[in-house]
């Protein structure tokens, strides 16, 4: 499949995570689709921008270090995808990320993830935070600045806790839950 066949293939993406991961397996068969995909998630203004998001969400969940090479520009374009599914899938991702380079191990991730990566996922972390995104998107978000708050980045977890404590009582049991898991784990 070329790339232009990769976009068109995009029209037949749907939500089913059948079909979401039929189209992950094509890209994970031919990485060199890799950077069109996050090309055309960069297109935030596209319908296909959604679908390349679930299907690098899919990528990422099967090897998450393909993203490697492609870091600069994922992480230059976080802060202007703002759909909602698009959001909660990248949020996803940058847990992902963060789960990887927090590994005791070395791994691609470590090796790659410069201190302008993290800042760029730490800043769309936080705007997801503060912004009228829905639940899954914060609670991956949540997760991922309390994974990068560990590195002698307590600013983080004060600023995590914050606004965690701030919008608590106005969410749903769930997100409570996962709220009052976070901060026990950022007292310890």
């Known amino acids: 499949m ?10 037949y993406v749907n939500a089913s995570r059948q079909n979401r991961l039929r189209y992950a397996r094509l890209v994970l068969n031919n990485l060199s689709l890799l950077p069109e995909l996050i090309d055309i998630l960069c297109m935030v203004n596209d319908k296909n921008s959604c679908r390349a998001a679930w299907i690098l969400e899919f990528v990422c969940i099967d090897n998450i270090y393909s993203i490697t090479p ?46 302008i990566h993290k800042e760029l996922i730490i800043e769309a972390c936080f705007d997801w935070m503060i912004s009228n995104h829905k639940v899954a998107a914060k609670v991956h978000a949540m997760e991922t600045l309390f994974l990068f708050g560990h590195e002698n980045n307590t600013w983080i977890h004060n600023e995590l806790a ?27």
Not at 2 to 11: I, M, V, W
Request: proline fraction near 1%; hydrophobic fraction near 35%; charge should be positive.
């Open 70 to 115: 492609h870091l600069n520009k994922f992480t230059n374009n976080l802060k202007h995808i703002y759909l909602d599914s698009a959001v909660r899938t990248v949020s996803k991702i940058c847990c992902l990320i963060a789960k990887a380079y927090c590994l005791q191990t070395s791994n691609p991730i470590k090796d790659v993830l410069t201190q």
């Open 2 to 11: 070329t790339s232009t066949g990769l976009y068109k293939e995009l029209n």
């Open 162 to 188: 914050i606004i965690l404590q701030r919008e608590f009582y106005e969410q749903s049991a769930g997100y409570k839950s996962r709220v009052k898991g976070i901060l026990k784990r950022i007292k310890k």
